[in-house]
């Protein structure tokens, strides 16, 4: 199979997979649908700036477009997830391979421990759950308790801070949604 051909099937497998239809990743990725299609067709030859919208927008590398077919699924064991320490909370990334513009990761704090959050690029939302334990965020201003199975939705890009005020530990979970660059 051609390169070009490559790049069609993958970006129909990747587009069905997330349920769209050409025109809406058309419609995200910034092109017109038919270029879309031309592209899925594999009749089409598209610029590296073409291929830099369609990966943006699938939240790909430019390699995953254009490789062939991998394996469905694969397992990483817990010692290959980057894990890093702020103070006594533990960081764990929960995903293995780098998604532009998404950050994942599990936070765990001991008891009465904290942690200062980094504000992150303009226009960033940041989404916080509590597993167990308890969890306060304080953000602009703003304190919020945190149960299990609590969410809040805050802007990443301002100053922020995590904490556990409880006496066991308390697990929560990051994600974050960079805010597309202009």
């Given at each position: 199979m051609d390169i070009a051909s490559r790049l069609g099937r993958?970006?129909?497998?990747?587009r069905r997979g997330r349920g769209m239809s050409q025109q809406q990743m058309a419609k995200l990725a910034g092109l017109p649908r038919a270029t879309w299609a031309n592209l899925e067709s594999g009749a089409a030859n598209p610029t590296l700036q073409v291929?830099?919208?369609v990966a943006a927008a699938l939240q790909v590398s430019f390699e995953?477009?254009?490789?062939?077919?991998?394996?469905?699924?694969?397992?990483?064991?817990r010692d290959e997830l980057k894990v890093k320490s702020r103070g006594p909370v533990t960081l764990r990334s929960l995903l293995p391979d780098?998604?532009?513009?998404?950050?994942?990761?599990r936070l765990e704090l001991p008891p009465r421990s904290g942690m200062t959050g980094v504000p992150h690029t303009p226009g960033t939302r940041e989404y916080l759950t509590c597993e167990s334990g308890s969890l306060t965020l304080t953000a602009s201003g703003e304190k919020f308790e945190l149960a299990p199975g609590d969410v809040v939705v805050f802007r990443g890009d301002q100053r922020h801070a995590y904490a556990n005020p409880g006496s066991t530990t308390a697990v929560g979970y990051s994600v974050v949604v960079l805010a597309p660059a202009p």
């Open positions: 993958n970006l129909q497998d990747l291929i830099a919208k995953e477009l254009v490789s062939a077919p991998k394996a469905t699924g694969r397992r990483y064991a780098p998604l532009p513009g998404l950050t994942l990761e």
